[in-house]
C-alpha cells in the first residue's frame, strides 16, 4: 500500500505544472524523495485539520494518536476538543458499548474538566455503573457545563441506587455549574429541593429540562422551575406531574412561551385505571398564552386505562400509541384533536378502522405525518384519507399487512393513486424476512 501510494504522488508531482521538473537525474529523484516525504508528513498538517480528525476518534484512539509527535499532543490539548464528551460506563462484558477507562477518566477530570460544556454519561443496567457515573460527577467542580444527559441503555440504573448518594452528585454540578441550559435526567432519582438548587444556580439559563418517571419530582417540584426559570422551552415530565395548576404556571404573562411540552402517559402504580383529567380551560390558557407548543404525549397504557382522554378538546400535536388503542378512543381524537400534525399508532386489534381514519382527515387539517402498523384499514378508505390531506402528508408510514383489499382497489393498485394524491411515489412498508 506503501508502495501504491508513492507511486501515486510520483505521478501527481510530475503531471503538477507547479513543480519545475530538474534535468539531472540524481537531482530530480533526490527532490522529489524529499517532496513526496514532506506531503507524506501527517505531523505537518495545521492544528485546525488534526483538530478536526481528533473529533471523530473515541477517546481511546484520540489518546493513542496524542503519542505518534509533539504537534499531535499539542492538539491533543487544545480545549475545543474537551468541550462535548460522552462517558460511557458498563459493567457488563456483553454490552454493546465500551466502558470509558478508569485512567482516562481521572485525566480528563484533572485536565479538562474546565473545558467541559457538553457532557452526558451512558450507563447499562446495573447499580455499580450508575454510582460510578455519580462519582464523576461528584468531581465536577471547576467547570461551566451548558449540557448534561443521564443515558440508561436500560433500566433501572440510577433508579436502584441511593436517592442521597445521587442527590450529592447532582447538587455539586448544580452548584458549580452557573450556565445549564439543557439536562436530561429522566429515570432518576433527582427531587424536589434539588430542582430547588438547580432553579437557584441555574435560573437564567435553564431552556429544556427532560424529566420524565422522576418518582420523587412533584407537582411543586416542576412549579418551583416554571415560576422561576423565565428562559424555558422544552419540557418533558410524566403525566401524573401534570395539573391545571401547572398548566396556568406556565401560561403566566411573566412566563416565556414554551415551544415542546412533552408528557408521557404511563401506569403511576401497579393495576391504575384511572387517571386525573386536566380542565379544557387550562389547556386553552397553556395555547393562548403559547400558540406555537407543540404538545407530545407518548401513550404506554392498556385499552382499559384510556378511558380519561380525549373527551373534549386538546391541544396535542404529536400523538403516539405504544399500545393497542380501541376504535372509540381513535374516534375521539378527530373530534378533539384539531391541532394534530403527527399520529402513530402501534395496534388497534382486529377492529377496521376506516370511519375513524376518516374523520381525523376531516377534522385534523394540520396532520402532515401518519404511522399504522397491528390495524386494519380498507384500501378505499386509506385512499379516501390520502386524497382529503393531500400532499400536505410528508410522512406516511404503513404495514402493507394493514391494508385490507376490497371490491375497488387491490394491494397492486394502491401505490398507484396514493402517489397521485401525495404527489410523489409511494409504496407501503413491507416487513423485512430475516
Avoid at 461551566?144 to 433500566?155: C, F, N, P, R, V
Avoid at 403511576?268 to 386525573?276: C, L, M, P, S, V
Avoid at 395496534?347 to 377496521?352: D, K, L, R, S
Avoid at 402517489?419 to 423485512?432: A, E, N
Wanted: with cysteine.
Amino acid at each position: 500500500m506503501k508502495r501504491n501510494r508513492l507511486s501515486f504522488m510520483n505521478k501527481v508531482l510530475q503531471s503538477s505544472p507547479a513543480v519545475k521538473q530538474p534535468k539531472l537525474g540524481c537531482h530530480s529523484s533526490l527532490s522529489q524523495t524529499h517532496m513526496r516525504a514532506a506531503l507524506l508528513d501527517w505531523g505537518n498538517l495545521p492544528h485546525h485539520v488534526v483538530l478536526r480528525i481528533f473529533q471523530y476518534l473515541p477517546l481511546i484512539d484520540r489518546a493513542r494518536a496524542s503519542s505518534v509527535c509533539r504537534r499531535w499532543n499539542e492538539v491533543f490539548h487544545i480545549p475545543d476538543l474537551w468541550r462535548k464528551f460522552e462517558f460511557e460506563l458498563n459493567q457488563s462484558a456483553t454490552s454493546y458499548f465500551n466502558s470509558t477507562h478508569p485512567d482516562l477518566i481521572q485525566q480528563i477530570i484533572k485536565k479538562h474538566a474546565a473545558h467541559l460544556q457538553y457532557v452526558s454519561f451512558k450507563v447499562d443496567s446495573s447499580t455499580e455503573s450508575a454510582e460510578a457515573a455519580c462519582g464523576i460527577l461528584s468531581q465536577l467542580v471547576n467547570c461551566s457545563i451548558q449540557t448534561l444527559g443521564l443515558i440508561s441503555t436500560a433500566k433501572p440504573s440510577f433508579l436502584n441506587m441511593s436517592k442521597s448518594h445521587f442527590v450529592s452528585a447532582l447538587t455539586v454540578l448544580f452548584v458549580n455549574s452557573k450556565s445549564l441550559s439543557s439536562i436530561k435526567i429522566e429515570d432518576t432519582p433527582v427531587d424536589d429541593p434539588s430542582l430547588s438548587i438547580l432553579v437557584a444556580n441555574n435560573s437564567g439559563t435553564l431552556r429544556c429540562l427532560k424529566m420524565s418517571s422522576c418518582p420523587h419530582v412533584s407537582s411543586n417540584g416542576i412549579l418551583c422551575v416554571a415560576d422561576h426559570c423565565q428562559g424555558l422551552r422544552e419540557l418533558a415530565l410524566n403525566y401524573y406531574m401534570l395539573s391545571d395548576k401547572l398548566l396556568l404556571a406556565l401560561s403566566n404573562e411573566t412566563h416565556v412561551n414554551l415551544e415542546h411540552l412533552r408528557i408521557d402517559v404511563v401506569s403511576e402504580n401497579a393495576g391504575q385505571i384511572e387517571f386525573h383529567s386536566i380542565k379544557r380551560q387550562s389547556w386553552d390558557a397553556l395555547i393562548k398564552h403559547s400558540p406555537g407548543v407543540n404538545v407530545v404525549m407518548y401513550f404506554f397504557l392498556y385499552e382499559e386505562e384510556m378511558e380519561t382522554f380525549f373527551k373534549e378538546e386538546t391541544p396535542v400535536t404529536h400523538l403516539y400509541f405504544g399500545r393497542s388503542v380501541s376504535k372509540e378512543i381513535l374516534g375521539r381524537l378527530g373530534l378533539n384533536c384539531p391541532r394534530l400534525t403527527e399520529l402513530v399508532v402501534c395496534a388497534n386489534g382486529i377492529q377496521v378502522i376506516d370511519t375513524e381514519l376518516i374523520c381525523i382527515a376531516e377534522h385534523c387539517k394540520n396532520l402532515t405525518a401518519l404511522g399504522l402498523s397491528e390495524c386494519e384499514v380498507s384500501c378505499s378508505a386509506f385512499i379516501e384519507f390520502v386524497r382529503l390531506c393531500g400532499r400536505k402528508l410528508t410522512h406516511l408510514s404503513i404495514m402493507e399487512e394493514v391494508l385490507i383489499p376490497d371490491d375497488v382497489y387491490s394491494l397492486d393498485e394502491i401505490h398507484t393513486e396514493v402517489s397521485k394524491y401525495l404527489g410523489r411515489i409511494w409504496f407501503p412498508d413491507v416487513m423485512p424476512l430475516w
